[in-house]
């Protein structure tokens, strides 16, 4: 089934999100309070929602922003495959958003015919988006607006829901499937956890797209990898804006 599927109509994913304000501190009295409430239902015997708020705040879309959302696709030149990969990054959540919204909007505007594919997208990606968009008055792309319909009609393919096999007792990160499937990866790569300290302490937004648009990448690699296929070789793979090949 997996290898009946056209990977030319379909767009790989992924997010980059962090806290909507740097510290617990910065939030409203209002949101102070409301972090509070959510930190007692994360962790019971945490007394200290401050620090809580600077690990977990932004896997929250209430309490969280979108930064970065890089895209690739895949194209076929002289009966190779190659990805080109794009990304949305600006501390302006409404601007990646809007941009993201674009390219879905005029491109990828067909749920029966196209998709999108990422890691853990059901659970955490998609929802996300979504309500963020919602937040700033964005209407949802049709790709991305589920409401109401059955899970057949819902183009969306994920690569830990695959891995699952019907399986819903644990989560599979990305990194692990990779080194799995011996997938080449980064060693000098930031993680997940590290996204928000290297966005408010170091400011460095351009190191979380570099780090998002290798989560891309290897969401790509790992289908081949699903499909029997070989994978993809760094002259294989370009970056929008970047001159040189990836």
Request: one cysteine or more; aromatic letters at 10%; charged letters at 40%.
């Given at each position: 089934m997996l290898n009946q599927l056209k990977l030319k109509n379909a767009l790989f994913f992924d997010i980059e999100c962090v806290p909507t304000v740097e510290k617990f501190e910065d939030l409203t009295p209002e949101f102070q309070e409301l972090?509070?409430?959510?930190?007692?239902?994360?962790?019971?015997?945490n007394e200290n929602p401050a620090a809580l708020y600077s690990q977990k705040a932004g896997i929250y879309a209430e309490f969280g922003k979108v930064i970065c959302i890089s895209a690739g696709i895949l194209v076929s030149?002289?009966?190779?495959?190659?990805?080109?990969?794009?990304?949305?990054?600006?501390?302006?959540?409404?601007?990646?958003?809007?941009?993201?919204?674009?390219?879905?909007?005029?491109?990828f505007n067909q749920p029966g015919k196209h998709l999108l594919v990422g890691h853990n997208i059901k659970e955490f990606d998609i929802p996300y988006v979504c309500r963020r968009m919602l937040v700033h008055g964005i209407q949802l792309p049709a790709i991305i607006d589920i409401a109401g319909k059955k899970p057949w009609e819902i183009a969306h393919l994920d690569t830990l829901e695959?891995?699952?096999?019907?399986?819903?007792?644990n989560y599979t990160s990305l990194r692990l499937l990779a080194a799995l499937f011996d997938i080449p990866t980064p060693?000098?790569?930031?993680?997940?956890?590290?996204?928000?300290?290297?966005?408010?302490?170091?400011?460095?937004?351009?190191r979380i797209r570099i780090y998002?648009?290798?989560?891309?990448?290897?969401?790509?690699?790992?289908?081949?990898?699903?499909?029997?296929?070989?994978?993809?070789?760094?002259t294989e793979v370009t970056?929008?804006?970047?001159?040189?090949?990836?």
């Open positions: 972090w509070a409430l959510k930190a007692k239902r994360i962790d019971k015997e030149e002289g009966g190779s495959p190659k990805l080109r990969i794009t990304s949305f990054a600006d501390d302006n959540e409404k601007k990646v958003l809007e941009g993201f919204k674009t390219l879905l909007d005029k491109y695959l891995w699952k096999f019907g399986d819903y007792k060693k000098d790569d930031i993680d997940g956890s590290q996204v928000a300290s290297v966005y408010y302490d170091d400011g460095d937004l351009e998002c648009q290798k989560d891309v990448l290897t969401v790509v690699q790992l289908i081949r990898k699903y499909r029997g296929e070989s994978l993809l070789d760094e970056i929008a804006g970047e001159e040189h090949q990836a």
